[in-house]
């Protein structure tokens, strides 16, 4: 029942819990709808996928015909199978030599970018204009840039006199893939680090200098603690991108010469596209890559949290 | 009769599709020579009676094909206008897949029935007998009435041998890795044209024809993923993936493992150039610039040497084995995809771009053989390098397919991948082979 005292709206006890309900429920319909869009994405294009990947490591046949179940085989014949622990070396390899390259070299250039005043944006924009270009059409620049008759490094290191390289050869094909990902990467960390370095609190570098800091001190010991968060997001983010490397060697190399870029989840397309009944096989080897992609960030995050405290 | 009606029609063919005649004039001069459009389809084409009969057949037919050669849509456009002559109310689509992802390109269309007709290589026949993804066409190829042209197709004991089915009507037969040999070199180094006997002969005429800095002897493992060139060796030492009855691997033999340790040694001598020097496209120019001595290839790349080349060169196959000589080569089809709604349709289709007259055009065009007896009357031999034509005698006398296993295009590219780790020098030819066994096993699950 309701009454006024003094003005007051005065209401039940069960009147205002029932109002209160419906207002709660009123806001959490409305944040349902907001949220709606995306669940309705992450449920399609992510649950049901990885849904779909366990279900499918249990089984053998191919994606379009018929299957069987088969257990945990796929998981047991995984370490036995040829080229398995060389397409895990060379995601290995291929991250260890992209990653720390990619954030030193986004760092460098976002120090640099963030004390630039006139023209900052055509810097800008020429430094990530490589992350517009999509994989595939990078890889086919750096296709004719590594030509060994007419490519432009061999052109360049010819009019030093030197030997031309075979850049796609065996021994180097991995290190080109890599240096192509730095390439196409440098550039979108590097905005995160300028915007990152533009918002840190300038009164701390004012008084650092007053204080008589030098320019490598003022890094050491202002710069790098203040963009820890986002460099320790940086790192664990492109590890995760150097992990999935696959459009790149497709076209670029098709995994060879031999399989000296064949990476995991190469490995993983030819055994879902390539193969005619090896799907449940690709789905084991991508159940093994998202466990140690999970493990591998979670062994980065203990790493990299700081010994004072945590992030 | 024949010859004559086809060298008018082609005439008037070509003025019609340069835009140099409308299609009421094409048709008018068709008729002008003498001939109703069935009798011109029955004769100059040799298409069968239902495919000219008349303009009842429309719809829309989706292709999706190989990149043979860079005209390879112009020239898929020309064997529709043909078609468009007799049949108007037929449109057509056509997509290129590429080499590298053709099998995975074509098995998804199909399950997508994103296509209605593929152009699919014999690699993946046996694959396809075991689906369901193509249209069974074995009533309509024996059928009676098709008996008369089935006959000029080629190839059908090799096609019948994957299973009861028969997927598709052969467009091609291709040699996948032939020798491309520059004479003038091979002369200059003291030999003929008969080095390619054995592979001590062809060892010392690579050797001699290797200057560094300048030239390599011979181009080796130039197609990523190397189809078919280490597997012809494997054949000649005796081996191949499984043994005759498909119950056993019959890779790791000693034999198997000389061959391999010869490739191999080619580029530890320096005589081949390493892996990663020369893509497939890269390596004609190569070839035409003479850093390439000899350039192992597929005949197709007879399509991207200029004419006339600079210098005089054959095709010729690779020296025998210790068992035997052996080139290995396969079949092009056309296969209708079994979910495409108009199924009569596309079997005209079929017919009439793998016709005499437009599988002699398509096969000129294409570098590579076709797949008719009649292909020869029809046209065949204008366009090609000369070169095809001269050794098609011995190609066919040295030819072998593939096995007939399901599994048999995923073991290739596999197995030519661990053999090219040799080759690189990551690997010994006897733990290449051995890897290259176990892959069998794997992927045949024996």
Known sequence: MTGTAAGRLRLSRAEHRSLSRKARRRRELTGWVFLGPFLACFLVFLVLPVAGTIWWSTRAGSIFGGTKFMGFRNFVELPGVVGAWSSIENTLLFAVYSVPAILVGALAIALVLARVRRGASIYRFLVYFPVLVPGVVAALIWLFLTNVDFGLFNEVIRLFGGKPVIWLGADNALLVLAVLDVWRNVGYWAMFFVAAIIGLPTELYQAAELDGASAPARFRYLTLPLLRRIIFFAIVVSTIWGLQVFDTALVLTNGGPGTATTTVIFRVWQYVFASNNKVGFASAISLVLIVAILALTVLQMRLLRDRRGRD | ?446
């Open chain 2, 1 to 446: 009769m024949d010859r004559i009606l086809n060298r008018d029609t082609r005439a008037l063919t070509d003025a019609y599709l340069a835009g140099g005649l409308s299609r009421r004039s094409f048709v008018t001069r068709l008729l002008g020579l003498g001939l109703s459009a069935s009798a011109i389809a029955a004769l100059v084409t040799e298409a069968t009676p239902a495919a000219a009969a008349g303009d009842s057949l429309k719809g829309k037919v989706r292709f999706l094909v190989g990149p043979w050669s860079d005209g390879e849509i112009d020239h898929q456009k020309h064997i529709a206008a043909g078609f468009n002559a007799l049949h108007p109310d037929v449109t057509f689509e056509f997509r290129l897949y590429q080499w590298d992802t053709a099998a995975q390109e074509i098995s998804t269309s199909a399950a997508e029935g994103a296509h209605d007709i593929y152009m699919t290589t014999e690699s993946s026949y046996p694959d396809y007998e075991a689906g369901n993804g193509f249209e069974d066409l074995t009533a309509r190829i024996n059928d009676p009435s098709f008996a008369a042209e089935k006959a000029k197709y080629l190839y059908w004991d090799r096609t019948q041998n994957y299973g009861p089915k028969l997927l598709g009507l052969p467009i091609s037969w291709h040699v996948e890795d032939a020798l491309f040999v520059n004479m003038e070199k091979v002369a200059a180094a003291g030999h003929d044209e008969t080095f390619v006997n054995s592979w001590d002969s062809f060892h010392d005429c690579v050797s001699k024809m290797t200057k560094p800095g300048e030239t390599y002897g011979c181009g080796i493992g130039i197609q990523l993923g190397g189809y078919g060139e280490w597997y012809q060796r494997l054949r000649s030492a005796g081996g191949s993936y499984l043994t005759p009855d498909l119950k056993r691997p019959n890779v790791n033999l000693p034999d198997v493992v000389t061959v391999t340790q010869q490739m191999a040694d080619l580029f530890k001598e320096g005589i081949a150039p390493p892996l990663g020097t020369y893509s497939y496209d890269a390596a004609p120019a190569a070839f035409v610039a003479g850093k390439l001595a000899i350039l192992s290839s597929d005949l197709a790349t007879t399509t991207a040497l200029p004419s006339p080349m600079p210098f005089k060169w054959k095709l010729l196959p690779y020296p025998p084995g210790p068992v035997s000589q052996v080139n290995f080569n396969d079949i092009t089809y056309y296969m209708i995809n079994a979910k495409s709604p108009d199924k009569d349709l596309m079997w005209e289709v079929v017919k009439w771009w793998t016709s005499g007259p437009n599988d002699a055009y398509w096969a000129d065009n294409s570098g590579t053989y076709p797949a008719r007896t009649d292909a020869a009357a029809s046209g065949y031999g204008k366009s090609s390098a000369p070169q095809l034509a001269e050794a098609l005698p011995l190609f066919e006398k040295y030819a072998v397919g593939l096995e007939n296993f399901p599994q048999w295009a995923t073991v290739e590219q596999l197995a030519e991948a661990e053999i090219q780790n040799c080759y690189a020098g990551k690997k010994t030819a006897q733990e290449a082979v051995a890897d290259v066994e176990k892959i069998v096993k794997h992927e045949t699950g024996l």
